[in-house]
């Protein structure tokens, strides 16, 4: 028999449903043919998402000797969930110089075509979970029939497309409902997914959550944008885990007027980290990729600022008012 080759997934850094889906949902799927697939997270799964993850996983700010051992040593790396390897964070060095064979499985727009051998890249998908799934639907072993999936695998994506459409909130096509359809009638129990994603919280959540919608959200009224501020001193404050804001962004587009929306959270690695949601009309992409050093979808975007965040108010006005002179100059 030839030699196996060695396998290792990789996605962005603090994964969220969509990152922990799509590549254990992969690792399974792989796991089911025989290989033995290495998995790489840059930081720490959510704790709502652990029960997805293998026995083994490196986590590269735990052990970064290991993780990046694992990047450097194999055959074939294979990225899911983030469009260039700076998504990766700490991991970025090792992944991108390793001698492997690199594959991205990804639905961000903008893959950097120059750093991978082969790409699939659809940005029409709601998740890459989505994309993760029809692929495998190919695959000879499966037939078209998501019954061929194992339930370790059926359960991840189905995870990642939940988180990644907000639970069917935005982002949709048709292949979407298709995909929830068929893992449906494959035996997934969608309602045990949202339970463990939006209803087995801790009560810190809603105590921040309330706490950030009072004391520390911010209007540009004019202009339609709103943006919170979450300092490392709130973090403490309210005992913070990471994943635990996941969704606070998406809250100021509630109000009609609200188009823009901004979550800006201090880190403990001297940056700020940005989220970015926009409604139609207003590319939260673009906004990315020209003042906060990232980019992603459309109307959902990401990216990091070396500012104090006492600062970040200023930039904030300015690079929307900027912004929205050089998209619609007259
Ligand atoms: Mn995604």
């Known amino acids: 028999m030839a030699k196996q080759p060695i396998i290792t997934l990789l996605t962005h850094t603090h994964p969220d449903g969509d990152a922990i889906g799509s590549t254990t949902g992969l690792y399974h799927f792989l796991e089911g043919l025989g290989y033995r697939p290495t998995l790489v997270l840059p930081d720490p799964a959510p ?3 652990v029960d997805l993850l ?3 996983v490196l986590i590269h700010s735990l052990d970064p000797v290991a993780a990046d051992q694992a990047l450097t040593h194999c055959d074939i790396l294979i990225g899911l969930d983030f469009n260039q390897f700076k998504r ?4 970025e060095t090792a992944a991108s110089h390793s001698s492997a064979r690199k594959i991205l499985i990804d639905h961000h727009l903008n893959p950097d075509t120059a750093a991978f051998d082969q790409i699939f890249s659809e940005a029409g998908r709601s998740s890459t979970c989505e994309l993760v799934y029809y692929l495998l639907l190919a695959h000879p072993t499966v037939q078209q029939s998501a019954s061929k999936l194992s339930m370790d695998t059926l359960y991840s994506l189905t995870t990642g497309l939940i988180t990644d459409t907000n639970n069917f909130n935005n982002s949709l096509s048709p292949a979407t409902f298709r995909m929830a359809a068929d893992v449906c009638e494959a035996g997934v129990d969608l309602d045990r997914i949202t339970e463990k994603i939006y209803r087995s919280n801790r009560s810190n959540r809603i105590d921040l959550m ?17 943006y919170m501020l979450f300092s490392l001193q709130d973090q403490k404050k309210f005992d913070y885990l990471s994943g635990e804001s996941e969704g606070f962004v998406n809250l100021p587009l509630q109000t009609k007027r609200v188009r823009l929306s901004a979550l800006f959270t201090e880190t403990d690695e001297g940056c700020i980290r940005v989220s970015l949601r926009s409604k139609r009309g207003f590319s939260a992409n673009r906004l ?3 003042f906060f050093n990232g980019g992603g979808h459309e109307n959902a975007a990401g990216g990091k600022l070396y500012l104090p965040l006492d600062d970040v108010a200023a930039y904030f006005e300015k690079a929307v008012r900027t912004f929205l002179l050089e998209e619609d100059p007259q």
Request: hydrophobic fraction near 35%; glycine fraction near 10%.
């Open 210 to 226: 309330g706490f950030l919608l009072n004391e520390r959200r911010f209007q540009l009224k004019d202009v339609g944008a709103e």
């Open 54 to 56: 293998p026995d083994q």
């Open 88 to 91: 990766t964070g700490s991991t």
């Open 47 to 49: 704790a709502n998402l």
């Open 288 to 290: 990315a990729q020209r």
